[in-house]
C-alpha cells in the first residue's frame, strides 16, 4: 500500500479529527446565533468507525491526530476515545483543540489518555469583550486553562483570532498573558468560512503588519514548535515566549499542507478551503473492507487540491467552521 502522498508530492501525515460540531460559545466568526443545523446524532461516526479509521490512517503513515469539534470535550466519553486513539500503531502525537470550558473536569483525564498538548481558543482577556465575541465567560476558561497547566498539557497553545476594531489593540497583553503563563501565541487570520467568516473578513488584519508592530517593542527571532500545523514562529528574545503567524490570506501555506480533516459525520475533507471530499460513513456502514479503506483514502489523496481560493474566491465555502472541524 502506498504512503499518503499527494499528486504535488506533499506527504499527508497529519489529520484533524471533528468529533462533534456542538459547541457551548457562539464565536461571532464561527458559528451564528441560534444556529440549529448540527448533524444529527445518528450521522455521527462511532467511536468503533473512528477507530477504524484512525487505525487505516496510521497504517499508512500518519503519525499525528488532533481532535477538534465543535467543541471536542462536549463529546460523551471523549477520554476514552482518546486512549484507544493514542494507543493505534503509528499515532505518535495526539492533541486536542479546545475552548476550556470543560478543562477543569478533563485534564488530568487526557492527560492520562494520551493527549500530552492542547490549543485553546481565547480571542479577549477582556471579560465584556470575550462574551460579545463568544456570548461566554471568560473565567471558564481561565480556569481551564490553569487546570492545564496543572495536569502537565504542554505546551499549551492560544490561538487568537485577529480582527481589526475587535481585538487587534489586544495583542501586545496576549503576548504579557502567555509569557507570564509560559503559554505559546498564535495569532491567526480571519478566513470566509461560511456566512459568519466572511462577515469577519470585514474585521481582516494581515498579520504581516502585526509582526511588524511586534518587531517595534520585542526583538523576534526565528523559531519552531513541535507539531504539524501551519504556524510560522518567533521566539522573542530574552524569554521562552514562542509566537506563530497563521496567515491562510497574507502568505498561504498550501506548498506545505501535510493535513487532512475528517469531519462528525465521516466526509474526509481535503482542503479546508475546496470541497472535495470523501464520504467515509456510507462506506464504514456498507461493509468496505479494511483494505478497500485504504485503498479509498490513498484515491482521495489522489484527488487533494493543491491550493485553497479563500482570497480568489471568499465566497466559495458556505459551510461553517464547526461542520468542518477545526
Known sequence: MPALI????RRIDYVRLS?????DLRCTYCLPQGFKGFEEHAHWLSFDEIERVLRAF??????????????????????????????????????????????????????????????VSLDSLDPQRFHEITGGRLQDVLDGLMAAKDAGLHPVKINMVVMRGVNDDEIEAMVEFCRMHDFTLRLIETMPMGNTGRAATDHYLDLQDVKKRLEQKYELIPSVMPGGGPARYVQVAGTDLRIGFITPISQHFCATCNRVRLSVDGTLYLCLGQEDKLELRPLLRGGISDTELKHAIVSAIARKPERHEFREKPGQIIRFMSMTGG
Open 19 to 23: 468529533v462533534t460540531d456542538r459547541c
Open 6 to 9: 499527494d499528486t504535488f508530492g
Open 58 to 119: 496510521g497504517e499508512l503513515g500518519v503519525a499525528r491526530v488532533r481532535i477538534t469539534g465543535g467543541e471536542p470535550l462536549l463529546r460523551k466519553n471523549l477520554t476514552q476515545l482518546a486512549a484507544r486513539l493514542s494507543a493505534l500503531p503509528g499515532i505518535e502525537d495526539l492533541s486536542l483543540s479546545t475552548n476550556a470550558t470543560q478543562l477543569p473536569r478533563h485534564a488530568h483525564a487526557l492527560r492520562q489518555a494520551g493527549v500530552t498538548r492542547i490549543n
